[in-house]
Every structure is written in C-alpha cells, then in structure tokens.
C-alpha cells in the first residue's frame, strides 16, 4: 500500500462498507443525521459531525477506534481522528 499519511490509514488492507445505510445509533434516538461514516475498526455505520449527535466522532473517542470511512454513495476517503489525516482511495 502507498504511503497514505499516517500509521492508522497505512493499517488499512480493505474498506469496510456499511451493512446498512443509517446511523444505527440516531434511529435507536429518532435522530436524523446528515451524511454517514463507517468505523474501520469494527464496521460501524454512524453519523458525521454535521448532523447534531456527531455519533462517530463520539464513537472514535471513546472506543479509541482511529479511521472512518465516508459511507456516502460516490466518496471514496478515510480519515484518521487522532492525527487528522485524510486520504482517497
């Protein structure tokens, strides 16, 4: 794999998808959210931090969990929280 920024994105061998599209922890609420990211680590689909609950964010830091994928159709990118790293793939 290429160089891709950091230590946490080189982990990367393939890119979990979402099973479902929605953020499992916005419908156990009756949230809405705005776009949708999937942990890398345990394949997690939830919602971004522009939609009000910021539910991966929160996951990332309280799970230690480093890299989300964009689950939105047509995007292609990781991004790593502890060192603000972004890549395409």
């Given at each position: 794999?290429?160089?891709?920024?950091?230590?946490?994105?080189?982990?990367?061998?393939?890119?979990?998808?979402?099973?479902?599209?929605?953020?499992?922890?916005?419908?156990?609420?009756?949230?809405?959210?705005?776009?949708?990211?999937?942990c890398q680590?345990?394949?997690?689909?939830?919602?971004?931090?522009?939609?009000?609950?910021?539910?991966?964010?929160?996951?990332?830091?309280?799970?230690?969990?480093?890299?989300?994928a964009s689950?939105?159709?047509?995007?292609?990118?990781?991004?790593?929280?502890?060192?603000?790293?972004f890549c395409?793939?």
């Amino acid at each position: 794999m290429p160089d891709r920024g950091c230590s946490h994105l080189d982990a990367i061998a393939s890119v979990k998808q979402p099973q479902r599209c929605e953020c499992q922890e916005c419908v156990k609420i009756g949230s809405s959210w705005v776009h949708l990211r999937t942990c890398q680590t345990c394949g997690e689909t939830l919602c971004c931090d522009s939609s009000p609950n910021r539910h991966a964010s929160k996951h990332a830091h309280e799970t230690e969990h480093p890299v989300i994928a964009s689950a939105q159709l047509g995007e292609r990118w990781l991004y790593c929280y502890p060192d603000d790293a972004f890549c395409e793939y």
